[in-house]
């Protein structure tokens, strides 16, 4: 802490230090070190998790939260301020509560020439999607829904109505559709934040580009997933799959509050 800091006073927030590629800086600049990569011409798919230092994506109240901290929803909030989409599968927005993303003042630089928030998309085969993330989004932020051509007809109404409602015919939707739906609104930058399930569709189909990784100071055990987990009910995932390997490089490690944050690319 600084000598400026009294009892009593809020603690300061933890500050975020490069560890690599260069180690010493400790002032690290959040927006530069995440930016995408310029003049894109086609969706990058970046996600961003966290998980505990032995793997476990689920805390015990059965969400994330338990793993997060300050340092970990500052880099969540600019890499919201960054993306043009948020895409999460229907169970993390069930169980986090999701609803249109709130504007701060603090991307006002960020998001310059764009819609002040970034859009949710969900992707759901049941259609149970909180009504609030359907109708109170804004006008220039609407909610994006993916779902299959089984859905429910009653709900399918229902969303359209009030949403950006994508139908994918068959029984699932591939992330090479929600790919091409969101290169067709010119929506680039992607954020995904899982949930795990989802997030193994796409690692399946060779479409992540990014995984922005936070290793939180905490022990799970071995019955939470990881952050990538298949099994029934996920199509084309079976529950032992065989192992395939992608190369990725770390673009940096950053560490705040005993927290590390990892950016790797697709080699
Ligand atoms: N550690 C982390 O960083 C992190 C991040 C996010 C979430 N989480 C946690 O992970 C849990 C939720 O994740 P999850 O892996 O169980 O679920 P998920 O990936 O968030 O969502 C799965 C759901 O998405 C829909 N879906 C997925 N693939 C689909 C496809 N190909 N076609 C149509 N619909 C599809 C289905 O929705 P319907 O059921 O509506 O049909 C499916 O049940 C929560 O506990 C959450 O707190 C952790």
Not at 5 to 18: I, L, M, Q, W, Y
Not at 148 to 154: K, L, S
């Given at each position: 802490m600084s000598s400026t800091?009294?009892?009593?006073?809020?603690?300061?927030?933890?500050?975020?230090?490069?560890l690599l590629p260069a180690p010493g800086s400790t002032d690290v600049d959040l927006p530069r070190a995440y930016?995408?990569?310029?003049?894109?011409?086609?969706?990058?798919?970046?996600?961003?998790?966290?998980?505990?230092?032995d793997g476990g994506a689920i805390g015990p109240s059965g969400r994330s939260r338990d793993l997060s901290s300050a340092p970990d929803r500052r880099v969540m909030g600019v890499l919201r301020g960054l993306c043009d989409v948020v895409l999460v599968g229907a169970a993390t927005a069930r169980k986090e509560g999701y609803r249109p993303v709130r504007p701060r003042e603090v991307w006002s630089d960020l998001r310059a020439d764009r819609p002040a928030t970034p859009r949710i998309a969900v992707v759901s085969r049941s259609l149970d999607i909180h009504e609030e993330l359907l109708t109170t989004a804004p006008e220039d932020?609407?909610?994006?829904?993916?779902?299959?051509?089984?859905?429910?007809?009653?709900?399918r109404r229902f969303v359209a109505e009030h949403a950006d409602l994508v139908v994918v015919d068959g029984v699932s939707v591939g992330p090479e559709h929600i790919v091409n739906a969101l290169a067709e609104r010119g929506l680039h930058r992607v954020l995904t934040e899982g949930g795990p399930h989802l997030l193994a569709e796409f690692v399946a189909a060779g479409l992540l580009d990014e995984l922005c990784l936070t290793v939180s100071p905490h022990l799970l055990g071995a019955g939470p997933p990881r952050i990538v987990t298949g099994g029934p009910g996920t199509p084309g995932a079976p529950e032992h799959a065989p192992a395939s390997s992608t190369p990725v490089r770390m673009a940096h490690l950053l560490e705040a509050g005993g927290n590390l944050f990892t950016r790797y690319l697709r080699e």
């Open positions: 800091h009294r009892p009593g006073d809020a603690p300061e927030p933890a500050r975020f230090r490069e930016a995408y990569p310029p003049a894109l011409d086609r969706p990058w798919i970046r996600a961003n998790m966290v998980a505990s230092a932020a609407r909610t994006i829904v993916f779902t299959a051509g089984d859905a429910p007809a009653e709900r």
